[in-house]
């Protein structure tokens, strides 16, 4: 009973779906010789240490001859050990085969029926079949003079476990994140959503890696052709390994040469639950932290699971900074260009005074000054994250300080462009997608020279082309842009503003055709 409670913990931890592992056709049967099997084995596998075979005898006669396989690290020893080995040992070993019991039933069917305890037992009779199995973590089953074999559930690595995500912080809200283990990860989510129509359907992507990749979404809620186009998409994929989830994002997002992310991605279970909710679509890899949702939109950048958890006035406010920031950090260094440079009658007379008195003797023009401020803290900000922990923080903020400091006592720089560039700096991580930040970065210094140019108008011009880009650009066919572009005004209500829970009464239109979500009647006071 011990035995069969621990089994239990294991998996219930597991939180198993079904998973379909496809066979090649080409691939070789079993051999009838178990031996031959095993030498087959251990030749394609190089004969690999980490490759563990256990050979025994059953039957009081020694008629059983059986080899069990796993991989060391993979697989989970004692579920192995406990399980596997000493059931088929115990139970068969001493057995008569010869009796009535066994009679017309085959050696499998024997371990089957009569000693394997584990719940997940899937038939396999070729190699491929086999190795996908075993190196998944799976124990595998051949038995002397028998075709076929077993392959059994389980899997038992070392996980970093459930921690607090590193990205995408909040103040109130879930702390949990997600791992690099997959069946973690969709347990995350299934635990927040306990619907029978969360469906999850995993293949495997990868000639060499053989990465499963999970589509997870609500049936009823999501548009099917949808679900479709992921799946076309995913099946399109022809590559040796997916490592990460922005391989698979490289490969099915819709702006390959856009600046602005098409696909989002987070580490959050409860900003994953959310979006499937809405009618999105997740991915989620086996190997990393990040799963992907689509589509994607344009405002779904600047959202942050935070505004829901707090009052809705505080997340209209919230998101308005958020929109500040974005175009401070894109336009402030442009601005300051073309002022300096083309449009003086546009400032204060002191102001333009103190500002010309600052670049007396400077020896770059703006547009210079403006590159080499931005790229150097580019340079810090990325040595920042590279160097180790304990030190990264500390040397970026000396860095730029001491660096900034000098350069204006050296007469490289002026004040002012200090101010622009740590202003540009710190409204550029106000965003809560990261991804989202890069565009900006990128997008800062066409701006630059664009106002070097031409000043004001060529940053009109500028923003006049990045608006039409955006217009253009499309995410598993849904518009970047919307709901602003084409304007929606009833999904205006969760847009650059959010409306009260309670006013949130449908899904958002150009996601699924089961729009109706919320019935609750809006708060009123007890006048009693």
């Not at 178990?34 to 050979?55: A, F, M, P, Y």
């Not at 085969?97 to 066994?102: C, E, M, R, V």
């Not at 809620?221 to 479709?228: F, G």
């Not at 499937?276 to 989620?284: F, H, T």
Request: aromatic content about 8%.
């Amino acid at each position: 009973m011990k035995r069969i409670r621990q089994l239990g913990e294991r998996r219930k931890k597991r939180t198993s779906n079904e998973q379909i592992r496809p066979t090649s056709e080409s691939s070789t049967p079993f051999y009838s010789s178990l031996e031959q099997n095993i030498n087959e084995i251990k030749k394609t596998l190089g004969d690999s240490s980490d490759l563990v075979v256990r050979e025994f005898k059953a039957g009081t006669n020694e008629s059983m001859y059986i080899a069990v396989l796993y991989t060391d690290g993979l697989a989970d020893k004692t579920l192995v050990q406990d399980f596997i080995i000493e059931p088929l040992m115990l139970d068969i070993r001493n057995a008569d085969l010869t009796s009535k019991a066994f009679t017309n039933r085959s050696s499998l069917e024997i371990l089957k029926t009569f000693s394997i305890s584990s719940g997940e037992v899937t038939p396999i009779s070729d190699f491929d079949t086999l190795y996908q199995y075993v190196l998944s973590g799976d124990t595998a089953i051949l038995i002397d003079g028998d075709t076929e074999g077993v392959a059994i559930d389980s899997k038992g690595w070392e996980d970093r476990g459930v921690n607090e995500p590193t990205s995408q912080t909040v103040i109130r809200g879930p702390k949990d994140g997600f791992t690099e283990t997959l069946r973690t990860n969709t347990a995350l989510i299934r635990r927040k959503i306990k619907d029978p129509n969360l469906w999850i359907e995993t293949k495997q992507i990868g000639t060499k890696t053989q990465t499963d990749v999970s589509i997870i979404y609500l049936n009823g809620v999501v548009d099917p052709k949808l679900v479709d186009e992921v799946r076309e998409r995913l099946s399109r994929i022809d590559i040796d390994g997916i490592l990460e989830s922005m391989n698979i994002e490289e490969l099915i997002q819709d702006g390959t040469y856009s600046p602005f992310p098409t696909i989002f991605n987070s580490e959050r279970p409860d900003t994953v639950a959310a979006g499937i909710l809405e009618g999105r679509i997740a991915i989620v890899i086996d190997g990393t932290p990040f799963a992907l949702l689509v589509p994607a939109l344009f405002v779904q950048f600047f959202q942050s699971s935070e505004d829901y958890y707090q009052r809705f006035d505080e997340g209209i406010l919230i998101r308005l900074l958020r929109y500040l920031s974005f175009f401070l950090a894109l336009l402030t260094p442009s601005a300051y260009i073309a002022v300096t440079t083309f449009h003086q009658e546009m400032l204060p007379t002191p102001l333009l005074i103190s500002l010309a008195a600052q670049r007396e003797g400077i020896p770059f023009p703006a547009l210079l000054e403006a590159v080499l401020m931005e790229l150097t803290f580019e340079i810090l900000r990325e040595a920042g994250v590279r160097m180790p922990r304990a030190v990264g923080s500390a040397i970026s903020i000396v860095g730029a300080l001491v660096l900034g400091q000098a350069a204006v006592e050296a007469g490289i720089v002026s004040n002012a462009m200090v101010i622009v560039v740590s202003i540009t700096a710190i409204s550029s991580f106000v965003m809560p997608a990261f991804n989202m930040s890069i565009s900006v970065r990128i997008l800062r210094f066409p701006f630059m020279i664009l106002a070097a140019t031409f000043g004001l108008f060529g940053i009109i011009l500028g923003l006049i082309g990045m608006v039409l880009h955006l217009c253009s650009l499309r995410s598993f066919g849904v518009p970047y842009m919307s709901p602003m572009a084409p304007l929606i005004m009833k999904d205006q209500k969760d847009g650059i503003f959010r409306a009260p829970l309670w006013a949130l009464r449908s899904r958002p239109t150009f996601l699924s055709e089961n729009s109706t979500r919320n019935q609750t009647p809006s708060p009123k006071p007890d006048t009693k």
